[in-house]
């Protein structure tokens, strides 16, 4: 897939218009964009929700096609009733609720429609554009429908694209954020200097010097919060209150010694013989093996992680993802 941008000139019929700018922000015009990339191109940018970030479980919620990079450019948005729970980190960054969906029809209702946009651009732009690509693609997997054919479409992803042409080496940062660059770039001692100088001054730009480090650490991890719950060192397992619960699959949320002792156990002995991290494997056996009190036991035992019941700490400064 290249990466060379164009502008989309195509004249749409009228669709829903974008919401309102942000505060402060001036407005992108067609004629200010006019020449970007060269004419005759198709565009579009597009951009999903999930309910969260696994892609073989977590489902798109919503997306949005804008035609054209200006801001009066067209644009549609679906709203897509999922069959999986939304997490509620995923919540908390786009703010769609399972009765925000309650209308609103599954993913096989739209796929064709969202297809078609896709079939009849040029040029695909995004914001860490690989994430929504990887979860709309899932979602035709899921119903049994061919991948979008991406062959031949020009991917642009500015993110990536801030990254190629303003570099983030530790050079970089030291520059930005000491104000000079270092000597001995590259060998450990002056390495290690020059980070503990380059995280001083990023915590005082971006106003994070009096958080704690719990705080801190959150925010440079999405998943900080929810791994003092995890099982091990993936989502697969986690605490819930005093009980374990699986983290994906069918199942997904469901007490560990309770699936063990009804009809699905089944699903417990398939994750055992297939090629799960091997805590997961371990659990899920000891689940099979041992009456619901004494696996609660041997599991506080063997993992005793804080309960997901303890407060999460929240990110300071908002959104938790480049997004």
């Not at 690989?130 to 119903?143: G, K, N, P, S, V």
């Not at 605490?239 to 699936?259: C, M, R, T």
């Amino acid at each position: 897939m290249e990466g060379t941008l164009s502008l989309f000139d195509w004249r749409p019929a009228p669709l829903e218009p974008i919401g309102p700018l942000a505060e402060g922000s001036e407005p992108v015009r067609a004629a200010e964009v006019a020449t970007i990339g060269g004419a005759g191109a198709r565009l579009v940018i597009f951009d999903c929700e999930t309910t969260g970030t696994d892609r073989l479980q977590d489902q798109v919620v919503e997306l949005c096609v804008q035609r054209g990079l200006a801001d009066d450019a067209p644009s549609q948005t679906w709203r897509i009733k999922p069959s999986a729970p939304i997490h509620p980190g995923a919540q908390a960054v786009h703010g769609i609720t399972l009765a925000d969906l309650e209308g609103c029809p599954p993913f096989a209702q739209v796929a064709d429609a969202i297809a078609q946009v896709f079939a009849e651009t040029d040029v695909i732009v995004g914001y860490n554009i690989a994430f929504d690509i990887d979860m709309l693609q899932a979602e035709y997997t899921r119903i049994g429908k061919p991948l979008l054919d991406l062959n031949g479409k020009k991917i642009v992803d500015a993110f990536r694209l801030w990254q190629q042409c303003e570099p983030r080496s530790l050079q970089h940062a030291h520059q930005r954020f000491v104000g000079a660059g270092f000597a001995s770039a590259h060998s450990a001692s002056a390495d290690v200097a020059a980070t503990g100088r380059v995280l001083s001054g990023m915590l005082r730009a971006f106003d994070l010097a009096d958080h704690d480090w719990e705080a801190i650490a959150c925010k440079c991890d999405p998943q900080y919060a929810a791994r003092a719950s995890w099982i091990g060192p993936s989502r697969h397992l986690r605490w819930e209150g005093d009980v374990v619960v699986l983290g994906f699959g069918k199942h997904s949320n469901a007490p560990v010694h309770q699936l063990a002792a009804g009809p699905d156990r089944s699903f417990l002995r398939w994750v055992v013989e297939r090629d799960f991290p091997v805590h997961v494997g371990e659990v899920c056996r000891a689940a099979l093996d041992l009456p619901g009190d004494e696996f609660l036991a041997w599991a506080r035992r063997k993992y005793p992680g804080l309960p997901s019941s303890s407060a999460p700490v929240a990110p300071p400064g908002g959104d938790a993802a480049p997004k």
